[in-house]
């Protein structure tokens, strides 16, 4: 059964602070990894991570994918209250396109 | 170009009642899909569709029904409302652009949907 799991579930940091968001997978046809923001509504596109290795960069924001061990990571650099939000992964599998999404991260930034 | 939008934005049913979700997307998109988030989750895939007539199951299907008439609507059916349905709804589209392209599906804006 394919799965995505994320951790921590709930994290609450000042402003400034450095954050690391963890997505492990375990998924058939595997091949690409996808980050979304979830502020109130729909989730917004982030990052798509297929090579092993590079970093994605945006801003204060990077994301870097190991499919030798099957995770990828999400940091935020100088945090902003901005940042509140829910951050989902997912993995897209060949094929239909399907993604599999991890039960996601809130992100609770304090001023 | 509005993207994906979906109607209606809240709905509060009774247990046994019918209602339809309605999705279309101005994309030109082959690839749509409906899932839904309950509280604290991520989001769980319960249809798909790779074009018109064409539809498959999700993750969790049970209790829905869906249909691909046209490239650009794509509704779900609740037949029997229960209280395991209370939940936001998402649809979402996306195309394929190759193996060299960036991915991502388009999400519309969510339906609430809570059966009491």
């Known amino acids: 059964e394919d799965k995505v799991v994320q951790s921590p579930l709930s994290l609450v940091v000042h402003e400034g602070d450095t954050v690391t968001l963890n997505c492990s997978y375990e998924?058939?046809?595997?091949?690409?990894l996808l980050w979304y923001k979830q502020e109130k509504k729909a989730p917004t596109f982030l990052f798509m991570l297929?090579?092993?290795?590079i970093e994605k960069k945006s801003g204060r924001l990077s994301s870097i994918l190991d499919k030798k061990e099957l995770f990828s990571i999400l940091n935020i650099t100088a945090t902003q209250t901005g940042d509140s939000a829910i951050y989902l992964c997912?993995?897209?599998?060949?094929?239909?396109?399907?993604?599999?999404f991890g039960q996601g991260t809130r992100l609770t930034i304090n001023p | 170009n509005a993207g994906v939008t979906q109607t209606p934005k809240f709905r509060i049913l009774k247990i046994g009642q019918s209602m339809t979700l309605q999705c279309t997307q101005d994309?030109?998109?082959?690839?749509m899909y409906w899932y839904r988030q309950d509280p604290g989750m991520g989001l769980k895939l319960i249809y798909y569709?790779?074009?018109?007539?064409?539809?498959d199951k999700g993750e969790v299907p049970n209790g829905y029904n869906v249909s691909r008439s046209t490239t650009e609507d794509f509704p779900l059916r609740l037949e029997l409302a229960a209280p395991s349905q209370t939940s936001v709804y998402f649809c979402?589209?996306?195309?394929?652009?190759?193996?060299?392209?960036?991915?991502?599906?388009?999400f519309g804006p969510g339906t609430r949907l809570t059966v009491t």
């Open positions: 979402a589209s996306s195309s394929w652009g190759g193996p060299l392209t960036d991915y991502e599906q388009y």
């Open positions: 998924v058939t046809n595997f091949r690409s």
């Open positions: 297929t090579s092993s290795g």
């Open positions: 997912a993995a897209l599998k060949l094929g239909a396109q399907k993604l599999v």
């Open positions: 994309m030109n998109h082959n690839y």
């Open positions: 569709s790779v074009g018109a007539g064409i539809t």
